[in-house]
């Protein structure tokens, strides 16, 4: 749950009732269960951040293009986008608790394989797998959750998700630096994936004793015409958008835009037909006749396209154009961690409740705002700018993006009815993913471009500045969307 505070994802495609009840045992040790969870969701956002401030030393082990470097965060974003629904699904056919293990296992054996990658394809490859694994565990959360905790409970666990969420999506290219800067044992930018390795360990064992299992009781089955449609659609539109530069943009990259809106146009129809005849789509059909959640899902877009991709070219930035160490740079980034914390807990306690949608605006302008100074800042400083000069505007810009994702999630289902929340968070979270690998792709390439012909400087300054629009373009999209979030504890 690409990069941000993400909603703990669906256990199915409609939120389907469960079958087994949770023992005794996995009842009473329910908070263990959570944190287990926690920690998986924990490697899912670090591991979707913390790549880009390496980019730069992994590259300089392998060589390769800039391509590679958009590619080694894509891939990941890309494959958990395209598998997340399917995975929510797979978990009411074979058990969550079965998929959450598979899922931990295969993850933790991907993190161990790109550490030891030999070359630029083999890391690249080893991403995908990581996010396809990502895919199967991370969206049967919601399920485990509902199956271990009462109804009285649930607020609070759902509600520890924000704070940690988005403190591990920030806090990733911090952690990345210093890994990477610290060189332990010789192993430089290899720390970033083999830290995965314990932590998955400890998961899957205790996953093992905690965690209940439960399956849908629908009789769902899995939707392959549906997964394989959306699957291409998503490939057609990001793969030209990452691979067009470096190639010249050929004709075909052309098409593949041209061809991606009809292919997941007729994903919608093909789900809509499907559950017409009584079957089991991957995606509740009624969602896309909702206006306030379609606009949610352009406002979503928007906000994590702005989001991953400045994350991206500014960790680039900070090393190609600054000249900054991986450790300085992932330093420099604290005041945005810092400022992301205080924001999102302004927002989920006292101003989310109060003011509803007018404070995702406010802080969706506030960062359009936030990233423009910082953009000017760039300008006006060139290639002698310290971290002290950046410090003011990283700041707000995290304080920012905390006042705007502490209430996104909550709005953005709160005009669904309560049987189509289990699907709408699980398209929510698929866009999220989706949103950060076309704001990796198109950023990544404006950014790319412009350096080879202009600079690092004017480079950066250009694709902050549309980020900033993105962010703007979000504020304005909002205004469709739901005034308030539900009562709390509502729809879960």
Same mark, same amino acid.
């Given at each position: 749950?690409?990069?941000?505070?993400?909603?703990? #994802?669906?256990? !199915? /495609?409609?939120?389907? *009732?469960?079958?087994?009840?949770? %023992?005794? $045992? =996995?009842?009473? &040790?329910?908070?263990?269960?959570?944190?287990?969870?926690?920690?998986?969701?924990?490697?899912?956002?670090?591991?979707?951040?913390?790549?880009?401030?390496?980019?730069?030393?992994?590259?300089?082990?392998?060589?390769?293009?800039?391509?590679?470097?958009?590619?080694?965060?894509?891939?990941?974003?890309?494959?958990?986008?395209?598998?997340?629904?399917?995975?929510?699904?797979?978990?009411?056919?074979?058990?969550?608790?079965?998929?959450?293990?598979?899922?931990?296992?295969?993850?933790?054996?991907?993190? #161990?394989?790109? !550490? /030891?990658?030999?070359? *630029?394809?083999?890391?690249?490859? %080893?991403? $995908? =797998?990581?996010? &396809?694994?990502?895919?199967?565990?991370?969206?049967?959360?919601?399920?485990?959750?509902?199956?271990?905790?009462?109804?009285?409970?649930?607020?609070?666990?759902?509600?520890?998700?924000?704070?940690?969420?988005?403190?591990?999506?920030?806090?990733?290219?911090?952690?990345?630096?210093?890994?990477?800067?610290?060189?332990?044992?010789?192993?430089?930018?290899?720390?970033?994936?083999?830290?995965?390795?314990?932590?998955?360990?400890?998961?899957?064992?205790?996953?093992?004793?905690?965690?209940?299992?439960?399956?849908?009781?629908?009789?769902?089955?899995?939707?392959?015409?549906?997964?394989?449609?959306?699957?291409?659609?998503? &490939?057609?539109?990001?793969?030209?958008?990452?691979?067009?530069?470096?190639?010249?943009?050929?004709?075909?990259?052309?098409?593949?835009?041209?061809?991606?809106?009809?292919?997941?146009?007729?994903?919608?129809?093909?789900?809509?037909?499907?559950?017409?005849?009584?079957?089991?789509?991957?995606?509740?059909?009624?969602?896309?006749?909702?206006?306030?959640?379609?606009?949610?899902?352009?406002?979503?877009?928007?906000?994590?396209?702005?989001?991953?991709?400045?994350?991206?070219?500014?960790?680039?930035?900070?090393?190609?154009?600054?000249?900054?160490?991986?450790?300085?740079?992932?330093?420099?980034?604290?005041?945005?961690?810092?400022?992301?914390?205080?924001?999102?807990?302004?927002?989920?306690?006292?101003?989310?409740?109060?003011?509803?949608?007018?404070?995702?605006?406010?802080?969706?302008?506030?960062?359009?705002?936030?990233?423009?100074?910082?953009?000017?800042?760039?300008?006006?400083?060139?290639?002698?700018?310290?971290?002290?000069?950046?410090?003011?505007?990283?700041?707000?810009?995290?304080?920012?993006?905390?006042?705007?994702?502490?209430?996104?999630?909550?709005?953005?289902?709160?005009?669904?009815?309560?049987?189509?929340?289990?699907?709408?968070?699980?398209?929510?979270?698929?866009?999220?993913?989706?949103?950060?690998?076309?704001?990796?792709?198109?950023?990544?390439?404006?950014?790319?471009?412009?350096?080879?012909?202009?600079?690092?400087?004017?480079?950066?300054?250009?694709?902050?500045?549309?980020?900033?629009?993105?962010?703007?373009?979000?504020?304005?999209?909002?205004?469709?969307?739901?005034?308030?979030?539900?009562?709390?504890?509502?729809?879960?």
């Amino acid at each position: 749950m690409n990069d941000t505070e993400t909603l703990p #994802a669906p256990d !199915a /495609a409609t939120a389907p *009732a469960d079958t087994e009840k949770p %023992s005794s $045992a =996995a009842h009473r &040790l329910r908070w263990f269960g959570l944190a287990v969870i926690l920690a998986v969701e924990i490697m899912d956002l670090l591991d979707a951040m913390i790549v880009g401030i390496a980019s730069p030393s992994i590259r300089a082990d392998f060589g390769g293009s800039d391509t590679q470097i958009q590619w080694t965060t894509a891939g990941y974003t890309l494959a958990f986008a395209v598998l997340m629904i399917t995975g929510a699904r797979l978990g009411d056919i074979v058990g969550r608790k079965r998929m959450f293990l598979l899922g931990t296992f295969g993850f933790t054996a991907m993190s #161990a394989l790109c !550490a /030891a990658a030999v070359n *630029a394809e083999m890391l690249i490859a %080893s991403r $995908a =797998a990581q996010g &396809l694994f990502a895919a199967l565990v991370v969206p049967q959360g919601l399920g485990l959750i509902k199956q271990m905790f009462p109804p009285k409970e649930l607020a609070a666990a759902f509600g520890a998700f924000g704070p940690i969420m988005g403190l591990s999506a920030v806090g990733g290219p911090v952690l990345g630096g210093w890994l990477t800067g610290a060189d332990l044992f010789g192993l430089g930018w290899r720390t970033i994936f083999l830290i995965n390795v314990p932590l998955g360990v400890f998961a899957l064992l205790a996953a093992l004793r905690v965690l209940p299992e439960s399956r849908s009781a629908s009789g769902s089955r899995l939707d392959l015409p549906g997964s394989a449609l959306l699957s291409t659609g998503m &490939l057609l539109l990001i793969f030209p958008l990452i691979q067009g530069r470096e190639l010249g943009w050929p004709a075909w990259c052309y098409a593949a835009l041209a061809a991606a809106l009809p292919v997941l146009a007729l994903f919608g129809w093909y789900q809509r037909r499907l559950a017409a005849r009584g079957g089991s789509p991957l995606v509740e059909p009624g969602l896309f006749a909702n206006r306030a959640f379609v606009s949610s899902l352009g406002v979503g877009t928007l906000f994590f396209a702005g989001m991953s991709g400045l994350m991206l070219i500014l960790t680039l930035y900070l090393q190609l154009g600054l000249g900054f160490s991986p450790m300085h740079a992932g330093t420099s980034m604290i005041p945005w961690a810092a400022g992301m914390v205080v924001g999102a807990i302004l927002s989920g306690a006292v101003l989310g409740p109060k003011f509803g949608r007018k404070t995702l605006q406010a802080g969706l302008v506030m960062m359009g705002a936030a990233v423009s100074w910082l953009a000017w800042t760039i300008h006006t400083g060139g290639t002698s700018l310290s971290s002290w000069d950046l410090l003011a505007p990283l700041l707000l810009t995290g304080f920012a993006m905390g006042i705007a994702v502490g209430p996104f999630f909550d709005i953005a289902i709160a005009g669904v009815t309560e049987e189509q929340t289990g699907s709408a968070s699980g398209v929510m979270n698929a866009n999220q993913q989706l949103g950060a690998s076309i704001g990796v792709a198109a950023l990544g390439t404006v950014f790319f471009s412009t350096a080879a012909s202009d600079g690092w400087t004017a480079a950066g300054q250009w694709a902050m500045l549309l980020s900033a629009g993105a962010f703007v373009l979000a504020a304005a999209a909002a205004l469709m969307m739901p005034l308030k979030a539900r009562p709390e504890g509502a729809g879960h």
